[in-house]
């Protein structure tokens, strides 16, 4: 069933207002679980706050810990958003810029200009992004 699958993070409600709640969860690098990261310097985490549309039937508390859900095939998609499809446009691009004769140094350029401006439309599409990348909450089970 690869259309059930579910990306979880644990997180803790911050904020409840009437439209959304905000939940914080902490972002940690592949290396962060590592016995010797203390150590090593290399891992880092940070904490991302998620906003989750608020409704009526929802009954929960600030400080309260949740899971944040995310269907793994959005997941997926924005990755897809965020790496590959820049990627595509920047090689692209300079390749383009390469065969028409523009020497390295311009098509490097017009291969970021280019990104810069795919990254500008994603922008522009935030809202509508928004609203296809709806987070859902639950009460956390224990465990």
């Known amino acids: 069933m690869a259309g059930t699958e579910e ?17 914080g969860i902490e ?7 590592c016995h010797a990261s203390a150590l090593c310097g290399l891992s880092d985490s940070e904490q991302k706050i998620i ?24 997941g997926h998609k924005a990755v897809w958003l965020a790496y590959c ?16 004769g523009a020497s390295e140094l311009a098509a490097a350029g017009l291969g970021l200009c280019g990104t810069a401006i795919y990254y500008f439309v994603i922008w522009l599409l935030r809202d509508r992004l928004r609203t296809e990348y709806n987070f859902i909450i639950r009460k956390r089970l224990e465990k």
């Open 7 to 23: 990306i979880i993070h644990p997180g803790k409600v911050l904020e409840i207002t009437p439209t959304q709640i905000l939940v």
């Open 27 to 33: 972002a940690r690098s592949a290396c962060s679980s």
């Open 51 to 74: 906003s989750v549309p608020a409704s009526l039937k929802d009954n929960y508390g600030t400080g309260e810990e949740v899971d944040v859900v995310l269907k793994a095939s959005m």
């Open 85 to 100: 499809i820049p990627l595509v446009v920047l090689i692209t691009v300079m390749f383009t810029a390469l065969k028409t």
